[in-house]
């Protein structure tokens, strides 16, 4: 299953937790271009004024669109098989702001075990 499909896959099961923060990181982490763990990283509680507040809404179904097609998108800016990709978003002013990290992985012990990997 291209790498691609499987983000909507974790789109899809973001959506219910995502219809209700303004703002966090999706993270998914990959490895041989397959996504295991993945999740959001939040606060779901703003304060203003010192008092905490619950958030009522978060993102719309269209900024949710929105913010998968550019995940999407961002995959053909990825040159590696093992890593970790963070989705930054936050609603401001009513607009969707998103941002995006990579993160490549390697492993010490495959390249040690395979001598011409490091000469």
């Not at 998968?68 to 890593?83: F, N, P, V, Y």
């Amino acid at each position: 299953m291209s790498l691609g499909r499987q983000l909507d896959i974790v789109f899809k099961q973001l959506k219910d937790e995502l219809a209700y923060l303004t703002s966090g990181m999706i993270f998914i982490q990959i490895r041989n271009n397959v996504i295991g763990k993945f999740g959001i990283r939040h606060f779901p509680l703003e304060s203003k004024d010192g008092q905490l507040q619950k958030l009522d809404k978060g993102l719309s179904e269209s900024q949710l669109q929105l913010f998968r097609l550019m995940a999407k998108e961002s995959l053909k800016l990825k040159k590696w098989t093992h890593g970790e990709i963070l989705f930054e978003f936050a609603v401001k002013q009513n607009k969707l702001c998103t941002s995006v990290q990579f993160e490549s992985n390697y492993n010490m012990s495959n390249l040690l075990s395979d001598p011409d990997k490091i000469l």
